[in-house]
C-alpha cells in the first residue's frame, strides 16, 4: 500500500503564495497529481505530471498561477501556488496514478485514474 504525506498547506493572504509538497512511500506510480475540495463543493483537479516525460497538465482555473513539478527519484511532487485567491481555498489532496503510463496527450485528470491519496492540506486564503 502507498501512503502519500502532503506538507505546506496554511493561512495566506489573496495574491500571497505556498508551496505544497507530497512524498509517498515507494515509487510505482506513473504519475502523480493534485486535487481540491472546498467546502460543499465537489473534488477537482487541479494539476498532474507524468513521469516517464516529465510532462505536465494543470486546470484552466490555476493556469498561469499554479505549477506541479516533481522528483521521480524521490517520489515527491510539489505544487507551487502563486497569486492565490480566496477561491482557492480547499483541502489540497496529492494522488498517484496506477503504472499504466500516458503519453501524446493523454494526461491524468480524472480522480479515477488515480489509485493512492493522501489524507490533505488546508490552505486557506483571506481576503
Known amino acids: 500500500q502507498v501512503q502519500l504525506a502532503e506538507s505546506g498547506g496554511g493561512l495566506v493572504q489573496a495574491g500571497g503564495s505556498l508551496r505544497l509538497s507530497c512524498v509517498a512511500s515507494?515509487?510505482?506510480?506513473?504519475?502523480m497529481g493534485w486535487f481540491r475540495q472546498g467546502l460543499g463543493k465537489e473534488r477537482e483537479f487541479v494539476a498532474s505530471?507524468?513521469?516517464?516525460?516529465?510532462?505536465?497538465y494543470s486546470a484552466d482555473s490555476v493556469k498561469g498561477r499554479f505549477a506541479i513539478s516533481g522528483d521521480n527519484a524521490k517520489n515527491t511532487v510539489y505544487l507551487q501556488m502563486n497569486s492565490l485567491k480566496p477561491e482557492d481555498t480547499a483541502v489540497y489532496f496529492c494522488?498517484?496514478?496506477?503504472?499504466?503510463?500516458?503519453?501524446?496527450?493523454?494526461?491524468?485528470?480524472?480522480?479515477?485514474?488515480?489509485?493512492?491519496w493522501g489524507q490533505g492540506t488546508q490552505v486557506t486564503v483571506s481576503s
Open positions: 494522488a498517484a496514478t496506477a503504472v499504466t503510463p500516458y503519453s501524446g496527450d493523454r494526461y491524468y485528470t480524472q480522480a479515477f485514474e488515480f489509485i493512492y
Open positions: 505530471i507524468r513521469w516517464m516525460d516529465g510532462r505536465t
Open positions: 515507494e515509487g510505482t506510480s506513473a504519475g
